[in-house]
């Protein structure tokens, strides 16, 4: 194969973690969630991300009439083809995906001749030119057409001339990529090569896509062997999320074709190279925002994907890692762990503090005491990864760096359900803080939502002469992990928080209790806002 | 490709879950836990298991000198070729594995001559020396000896001579078999068919095996590559433990080698079709031995393959289920799961009511009452895909079928930090819940360890005549996700609980209050047990 920028092929990334990927059991995302995928999506470099079916659901229809602002996206909406007996102008389907605002519109249509008789009920001609008709009112009106080909590798073994037909109409219609899907996922990388190969002999590789589910563990496979076969278009999710067993993973794929040949010589990603260590980072904020722990075992990003237990390997590794690491783990923003090195964690401490600006001799022994303290909190389940401002709070804390700015005698809250006089249920949340600043004790009550709600609203309610400091400070996400589920749980609660400059930043809090939990994480912020502030 | 029993050729499968999987990050197997597997891998039908290192830790050495009975599967004993610059009877490395009670051992070997030089230290002929000296001293001890060429791919690109020579040199030396490891798990299935077919031309393919990692989530299809070169043992473990993103997973491999073409018709496995049905209840018994959640999204095995969330899927699926799935469910034991979902249509909602053995008319105007009290939940942000017994419990409450055990007068719970009389920091929680059963009034109050577990124990204090019907209810797991953080934020709480039987299932409550949302999912756990005991 050819190298060199200047000949290499495009080769074209197409998201559906907001439309394939919300199929995933046990996934809900909502507006807030979808805006920031789609954003996350965008920086990476993906060429389309497809939003939803708009006009299938309210949570669809409202993320495109609040269309996320994307810098090099195109925005997609996924729909069905013009159904069977009436016209493309007379279907509001159609007519609700071309007011969608978006620049590109994805139709599905069946290519297995028997699911257009069973599940559709029309004809194979019908099906046809529904094909042709949808990808035409969609061109007409300005937009990028895709055509989504349902069940293709199982269709095209059944009856090959039949999917064939699907395709070419497609193109013949003017769609700029017909994608052929393994909706099943059952296809395995032998076929999908052979088969996408023949179908390129009648639609140009450069206008086909494929679409691969993980039902036999060969989606990211499937992906490459289409690509092997002639395609230019990968369609996948983020973390791989998806009906069943999950879609083509877009995480591991990437920086296969961007850092292994022959596909990274042969093809231009819009991905660039320079990105590809935002990738750890992306694919752990979307588990965040699912309140999944990211799986410590996937390639290329998960925590154990550069790690060395202990044993033989470990002293080799040291000496030439390059030798036992397929890809440098830097390169896709990951990194190397050595469990047995204490070294590693001091070398991880001093490169945090560089990273927050604190400036501290190797030799200090106050970092040898802030490794300790991170070590025994992360063994109580604090997690410093996710939680910014508390990892730097307690850097600079061991540091002598913070005041206290005052002390918390105690707090209650109380949460009581019970029907009112008129016999309506209630719910009522209320919180008391005592805290002394200097000699001055405070005591402040407030009502909330829920009971951290509460404590939240009376912490903040009178802070005396610090104050004035904090009040621009915005609770804009709370979460909550339990771990060892049960009566041993212990429970992890993260708080981001905003304030009047955009900036937002993590706080955490870890007890048996989840209300304390939730205190501690708010406590933190308050003093690291003060902090941040110079506040005396 | 021939078909027919008579002349299908063998394929053999290699389990390393007890050695290689053992490098699995968090997996720290006891002697009674590798008995378990053992015992699992052979039911299954593996032709070799490798039992580990003996030797090397106590633990392996135990578990060779206590050998599991096995039935079928050869039990071999893993380690390294003869030191440089000792013969083969004073290594007392060697003299360890000969001496563990094995049918077979697998020397391991550096086939790339860097990592000879490098990590060895010996010369190349050394090292040729040592594979030949310890498969002869093997084979003439009565064993079947293996060799594992470590970095094969990696050494074959940079010195194909050489990595060539190591094999061919244990072939000669009386190997039975010759496994090529990718070590590192970088290479592609392109790469790797290609250089096993280049193999099989100096040692036969009927000697060669594949030993693969997950590093680009190709250890499965990296494995279908070499055989497809043609290599006939593959090794890999159960769910694809192993060090950092995994080995090749044998639990997907296997119904794929067996339920697909060209693999079913070409090989004779000898895991046999009629064991293939034990394979999910295999790979669930290994995550429970590991105390782990098994992967839902797991190929063939996980509780979401065969799962369909999309309505307009749902009601084909139903019309005609095995043009929706790629293997029967039963063929592995798993079964096929229609998931209530916002995008639930009356197809998921009957598909789920029969699941339960909820018998009613397609045309019963309260399954459209239950459709829209579904979808109105849903709305509210409840998720009944993971909470099975709240929604039977919300379908047989519209059904009519579900008593009023119990009303709810009141709780209140309280949380407080304060310091004690000693100056000692407290954090206390405290419960009281008031309901009424028939005429009666029942007041409770416990503390606990956080707010839902005192409100858990106070609500599961008195339940007067119920009291009997819950004694075995365990609360096993309790999860919280939080939406669109901030003020306006909605909690979703998942409480999972076991009883006696052994059998768990979920609730769900939903509230801007985490303590109203949790005492939603405690009241539905209760009910739901009452219910299932049939309490009047």
Same mark, same amino acid.
């Given at each position: ?18 439309? =394939? ?20 999506? =965008? ?44 016209? @493309? ?12 605002? @978006?620049?590109?519109?994805?139709? $599905? ?35 990028? @057409? ?32 017909? $994608? ?24 140009? /590789? ?29 369609? #996948? ?63 290329? $990003? #998960? ?7 202990? #044993? ?20 896709? /923003? ?26 501290? *001799?190797?030799? =200090? ?82 009502? /909330? ?12 309610? *009178?802070?005396?002469?610090?104050? /004035? ?18 009566? *041993? ?48």
């Amino acid at each position: 194969m050819t190298s060199g920028a200047t000949t290499r092929e495009p080769l074209t990334l197409f998201d559906t973690t907001l439309r =394939d990927g919300a199929q995933t059991m046990g996934v809900d995302f909502s507006l807030a969630d979808k805006t920031r995928i789609a954003a996350l999506l =965008d920086d990476l470099g993906i060429d389309y991300i497809e939003g939803g079916y708009p006009g299938a659901n309210p949570l669809d229809t409202d993320f495109f009439a609040k269309r996320p602002p994307l810098r090099q996206a195109r925005f997609t909406a996924f729909g069905m083809t013009k159904r069977a007996g009436r016209s @493309a102008e007379n279907d509001p389907g159609i007519a609700g995906l071309l007011s969608a605002d @978006a620049q590109a519109i994805t139709f $599905v249509a069946k290519s297995w001749d028997y699911q257009v008789h069973v599940a559709l009920g029309c004809t194979l001609e019908e099906n046809l030119d529904g094909i042709t008709q949808s990808i035409a009112a969609a061109v007409k009106a300005g937009r990028e @057409a895709l055509l989504d080909c349902e069940h293709f590798f199982d269709g095209y073994k059944a009856n090959p001339a039949y999917a064939l037909e699907c395709a070419k109409t497609a193109y013949a219609a003017g769609a700029r990529w017909v $994608v052929l899907c393994d909706t099943n996922g059952g296809t395995l990388p032998h076929e999908i090569e052979e088969i996408v190969r023949a179908v390129s002999e009648h639609v140009p /590789g450069s206008a086909l896509g494929i679409h691969a589910h993980n039902d036999t563990e060969m989606a990211v496979a499937n992906s490459l062997a289409a690509v092997r076969g002639g395609a230019r278009q990968i369609q #996948g999710t983020l973390n791989g999320l998806g009906e069943r067993c999950g879609n083509a993973n877009l995480v591991s794929l990437i920086p296969t074709l961007l850092l292994k040949e022959p596909y990274a010589h042969k093809f231009k990603l819009n991905v660039a190279i320079e990105t590809l260590p935002l990738l750890t980072k992306i694919s752990h904020t979307l588990d965040e925002l699912l309140n999944r722990s990211p799986n410590r075992h996937a390639p290329y $990003v #998960g925590a154990s994907a550069f790690a060395t237990k202990a #044993g033989i390997h470990a002293s080799a590794l040291m000496k030439e890692p390059k030798t036992y690491e397929h890809v440098p783990p830097e390169s896709v /923003g990951n990194k190397r762990r050595l469990l047995v090195s204490d070294q590693a964690g001091k070398s991880n401490i001093l490169a945090e503090l560089q990273r927050i600006g604190v400036s501290v *001799d190797a030799k =200090d022994p106050r970092v040898t005491r802030l490794l300790e303290e991170v070590k025994q909190k992360e063994a109580l389940g604090y997690a410093y990864e996710g939680a910014d401002a508390s990892f730097e709070l307690l850097a600079r804390r061991v540091l002598g760096e913070v005041p206290d700015y005052f002390d918390i005698e105690r707090f209650h809250v109380n949460v009581e359900r019970r029907y009112d006089a008129r016999g309506a249920f209630v719910i009522a949340s209320e919180a008391v803080v005592k805290l002394k600043i200097g000699g001055e004790i405070l005591i402040s009550a407030a009502e /909330g939502e829920g009971p951290v709600n509460a404590l939240d609203l009376a912490l903040r309610k *009178d802070l005396g002469k610090y104050q /004035g400091f904090i009040s621009d400070l915005q609770l804009v996400d709370y979460r909550v992990r339990v771990f060892q589920g049960g009566t *041993d749980a212990v429970t992890r609660v993260l708080i981001e928080f905003s304030e009047a400059s955009g900036e937002t930043w993590t706080t955490v809090g870890v007890s048996s209790n989840i209300i304390e939990a939730s205190f501690q994480a708010l406590l933190d912020a308050i003093t690291y806002k003060l902090m941040k502030a110079g506040a005396k």
